[in-house]
């Protein structure tokens, strides 16, 4: 079996489910695809987080300096952006349950080796300036693997779920990467702590190989792979005459939409404070304001585990309360995002305060980004070409992600005063991303919101 054969989207099956067993079945195996992307997904995070949980312990141990690590930190988003838009045009002709087990496989071992690479260190004492290449060249192969996870995921909605469900599976499909960073926060932190930031990347390759078997044992490619009819047939929908167009003739529809490439600009300013509070939340508690390692990871897990309810509520907020009015839901999440952000910040506050404003913040962000980034955007775009949209807005999404770290180890590591770190100027660069993540959808609301009603 070639490597296209064996990759390709699958094929119907020769057997099919009996007519009377159909609903029944289709149930039972979109529910086990759905919870295994999720799962799956979720892992993937774990694999991607244990760069910034070892940031102060590599600090600390003279290994890195800020700069080095944005640079490290950049190099994972950069080719995670290029990837993630090519992988996510390829996604919309593969096998979703392969494609997505590989991912974590790739990432799970270049985890594995950043394990060794620390493990060497410690015994030999490498080269500074061997870590630093080690560490750019393999953490930025690690954004290849981690490129192939978000596309399978929202294309195995598209291929198993009805339209009028599909936001607010959705919404709950979203809240994988809170789930994944909130167990990366507690477990590999309390590692990290315990047995070393080498172990920590260790830990992060077990969780990653569990991923991938994770998906590969409960994800179905799509219904007619499985015996059942197509997803349009199974849900009663009328087929709509775009949706007999070749992929890649949908795919260039997508590309040339405008209203896409609105989505994905304020999508990359979301992008920009969620990177901001993972990646450098845990060093900005403990420079900034005392906190030890412990409780600054223990404060950013709650950060996660915030974002996965603002992803659920997402969905029925926009769909129930609102009634399809996304841009409403889109308004208040957003100014929310702004305040509470700013006053973790620029506020000192106590353990709980904290808690409670980074908990806010990641409510609100997770809101907003699920409606802008998710909802609007499945609205806008047909079926097949699910993929196609995931890659426009990763790509734009992950080059600001990029920048943005990349211009935070600057701001952190050239502005001290009396031997500290001055957080002002990044904070300053932070808060204007959240202004900015509020403002675009809403000057293009009315665009948008056409848009929506003419597809």
């Known amino acids: 079996m070639g490597i296209y054969s064996k990759y390709r989207i699958s094929k119907a099956s020769a057997e099919k489910v009996p007519p009377g067993?159909?609903?029944?079945?289709y149930r039972q195996l979109r529910s086990r695809t759905f919870w295994g992307a999720t799962i799956a997904y979720s892992l993937y995070y774990v694999c991607r987080l244990a760069f910034s949980i070892v940031k102060q312990p590599i600090i600390d141990g003279g290994i890195l300096n800020a700069t080095q690590l944005g640079v490290i930190g950049s190099a994972f988003l950069l080719v995670y952006a290029a990837g993630k838009f090519v992988n996510s045009f390829f996604a919309d002709y593969c096998n979703i349950r392969r494609f997505m087990a590989l991912g974590l496989l790739i990432s799970s071992g270049i985890n594995l080796i950043l394990a060794l690479l620390g493990y060497m260190d410690m015994a030999f004492s490498l080269p500074g300036f061997v870590i630093m290449i080690a560490f750019s060249l393999l953490w930025g192969l690690n954004g290849l693997g981690q490129s192939m996870g978000a596309a399978p995921g929202v294309i195995s909605l598209s291929r198993w779920f009805p339209l009028r469900e599909r936001g607010t599976w959705y919404s709950i499909f979203s809240a994988s990467p809170y789930l994944g960073e909130a167990l990366a926060?507690?477990?590999l932190g309390f590692v990290a702590k315990h047995l070393g930031w080498q172990s920590c990347f260790l830990m992060a390759s077990i969780c990653g190989f569990a991923g991938a078997l994770v998906a590969l044992s409960f994800i179905s490619d799509t219904p007619e792979s499985r015996g059942l009819p197509p997803i349009d047939r199974l849900a009663s929908e009328e087929v709509q005459p775009e949706d007999r167009l070749?992929?890649?003739s949908l795919q260039k529809r997508v590309f040339r939409n405008p209203g896409i490439w609105i989505i994905a600009l304020s999508s990359a300013f979301i992008y920009v404070t969620r990177y901001a509070v993972?990646?450098?939340?845990?060093?900005?508690?403990?420079?900034a304001k005392g906190f030890p390692l412990e409780g600054a990871t223990s404060v950013t897990a709650v950060y996660a585990?915030?974002?996965i309810a603002g992803t659920v509520i997402a969905g029925w907020l926009s769909d129930r309360v609102f009634k399809g009015h996304r841009i409403i839901p889109v308004a208040i999440s957003g100014l929310l995002s702004l305040l509470s952000l700013s006053a973790f910040l620029l506020l000192d506050g106590d353990y709980f305060l904290n808690m409670f404003l980074i908990a806010l913040f990641s409510l609100s962000a997770?809101?907003?980004y699920c409606i802008v980034a998710g909802i609007i955007a499945l609205d806008i775009v047909p079926r097949k070409a699910t993929g196609a949209a995931v890659g426009i807005i990763g790509i734009v999404c992950y080059v600001a992600a990029s920048l943005q770290d990349l211009l935070s180890g600057y701001l952190i590591d050239n502005f001290i005063v009396d031997g500290q770190y001055d957080f002002l100027p990044v904070t300053i660069f932070w808060?204007?991303?959240a202004l900015l993540s509020l403002l675009i959808?809403?000057?293009?609301?009315?665009?948008?919101q056409a848009r929506q009603a003419t597809v």
Request: glycine share 14%; net charge positive; aromatic share 10%.
């Open 21 to 25: 067993e159909v609903e029944t079945r």
């Open 185 to 187: 926060f507690v477990l």
């Open 246 to 248: 070749p992929t890649i």
């Open 278 to 287: 993972s990646g450098w939340g845990v060093l900005f508690l403990q420079k």
């Open 305 to 307: 585990v915030s974002g």
């Open 366 to 368: 997770g809101v907003l």
């Open 431 to 433: 808060i204007l991303a």
């Open 441 to 448: 959808p809403l000057l293009g609301r009315r665009w948008l």
